[in-house]
């Protein structure tokens, strides 16, 4: 077993305090991908993070038992502990393999595969523990179709056992409570519990739900309920697809609640850190990237992209805009149909309405930017970067080959091509000088007709 103690747990700290366990060694088999179960994403993030955010805020600890040769999945886990299972001999194994870091307090045992379980649900799961002669408290719920869950057998008000679906009998396979499969217990218990499982089942594996008949025996247990679209397990695509759709809808509710304008919520796809001020409106078929901030008043329009970006006060964005990371968007600024910008800043009340490329840019106040205006940013090797000033004026079909800078008040003529400064107040026209032949466009149609007609 390999730990890491770069979370700092010292033997001290852990006496007494609560312990968030999470079981996340599972591989991506079911999933049909290499990536581990645990790094798919959910939101914009993968899903471990989302039960590591949940639980830290609820618990005093939280540990990470992760499989193998999964070092992106640690690092993704930093800075609480890690401890590996190096063999996968089932969720009793996985859990006894982080024995060590269990300290004094309560320990609760969660999966990476259950990432939307709320902060409301793990408190009631320690309220129900701290009541008295409480062995052990699971979390259960009853799903529309109970499929392959484990099933919770309760006799007079109080769980006996949980009895997993493949060794189940029939009688068994009707109950209609399910386990979720997180389980709560003071630390010494949990230990004993752990030592004493057998692998004496159809899998030849060591069950942490076996765990549930041995604490049944010293005191009671005893089972919170939440609904099932907050503990229901992820182990395929469908099942992550189903995930996505129950955060989407918690993430669009909230959104409402603050005082933003949803057209069409269902079309609009939020990350979980999607900050959106009151006042702001989303149109419909919008998707919002991790890390988007949007003030007061802005409107995004539809078929808009937001990625690593801010919004400033009264902007407008899109319709079809793509905002990259790294992109500022200052306040009453405006972003038009088929307008990409990455690493820019279009600064207060500037205009890039249409059909326009604005890569690592810094653009000033009120500066217009024309239609099928192209910075070029990067030469295959290094990126650049323009500088255009305030009160600027920049015709269409300009290319601005960085690094290169515009002054303040300067006008670019429509179809230029800059690759020198321009100065404050100059006019600028970089383009080849029109000649026209008279006569010659009939005698090139002819030219061309008669090749066409030959073959």
């Known amino acids: 077993m390999r730990e890491n103690h770069a979370a700092g747990v010292s033997a001290s700290s852990m006496r007494n305090a609560t312990t968030a366990v999470i079981l996340a060694a599972g591989l991506g088999t079911r999933m049909c991908s290499a990536l581990p179960k645990a790094m798919h994403l959910l939101g914009g993030r993968p899903m471990i993070s989302h039960l590591i955010e949940t639980a830290s805020a609820v618990f005093d600890r939280v540990v990470v038992v992760i499989g193998p040769e999964m070092d992106a999945l640690a690092q993704t886990c930093a800075p609480h502990a890690v401890v590996v299972q190096a063999e996968r001999l089932g969720t009793g194994h996985a859990a006894r393999t982080a024995e060590a870091l269990f300290g004094d307090g309560d320990v609760a045992i969660l999966y990476a595969d259950n990432p939307l379980i709320s902060g409301e649900t793990m408190r009631a799961l320690l309220a129900a523990r701290a009541q008295p002669e409480t062995s052990l408290a699971l979390l259960a719920m009853r799903p529309v179709d109970p499929g392959r869950y484990g099933r919770v057998v309760v006799e007079n008000g109080r769980v006996t056992r949980i009895v997993e679906w493949k060794d189940a009998i029939d009688a068994e396979r009707a109950i209609d409570l399910c386990n979720a499969g997180v389980i709560c217990a003071e630390a010494r218990y949990l230990r004993e519990w ?7 089942n159809t899998q030849g594996e060591y069950y942490l739900t076996d765990v549930v008949a041995l ?30 759709a129950a955060l989407q809808a918690r993430l669009r509710e909230a959104a409402l609640e603050r005082g933003v304008t949803l057209v069409a919520p269902e079309t609009v796809f939020f990350s979980t850190d ?11 078929n919008v998707v919002f990237g991790p890390g988007v901030r949007v003030r007061s008043g802005a ?25 990259r990371p790294g992109t500022i968007c200052e306040e009453g600024s405006h972003v038009g149909n088929f307008v990409e910008l990455k690493a820019a800043t279009l600064g207060r009340g500037a205009k ?18 024309g239609a099928g205006t192209i910075t070029c940013n990067y030469d295959g090797y290094f990126k650049h970067r323009t500088i255009i000033g305030e009160n600027a004026f920049i015709g269409s079909d300009s290319i601005l080959i960085a690094p290169v800078k515009v002054g303040d008040g300067a006008l670019v003529a429509a179809g230029s091509v800059i690759t020198e400064g321009v100065p404050d107040d100059a006019l600028a026209m970089g383009r080849a000088r029109q000649t026209n032949k008279d006569g010659r466009a009939a005698v090139l149609r002819d030219i061309l007709k008669a090749r066409k007609e030959q073959g």
Request: one cysteine or more; charged letters at 25%; hydrophobic letters at 45%.
């Open 274 to 284: 999607t900050q959106l001020d009151a006042d702001v409106t989303i149109e419909p």
């Open 194 to 200: 752990l030592a004493e499982l057998r692998a004496d």
């Open 215 to 244: 604490a049944a025996e010293r005191g009671v247990v005893r089972f919170v309920e939440a609904p099932e679209a907050e503990l229901a397990g992820i182990n395929s695509r469908r099942e992550l697809a189903r995930a996505e």
């Open 352 to 369: 890039a309405n249409h059909l326009t490329y604005l890569g690592d840019t810094t653009i000033g106040a009120r500066t217009n930017i």
């Open 299 to 323: 409107v995004i329009r539809a078929f808009s992209h937001l990625e690593g970006c801010d919004v400033g006060g009264s902007a407008i964005i899109g319709p079809y805009a793509r905002l």
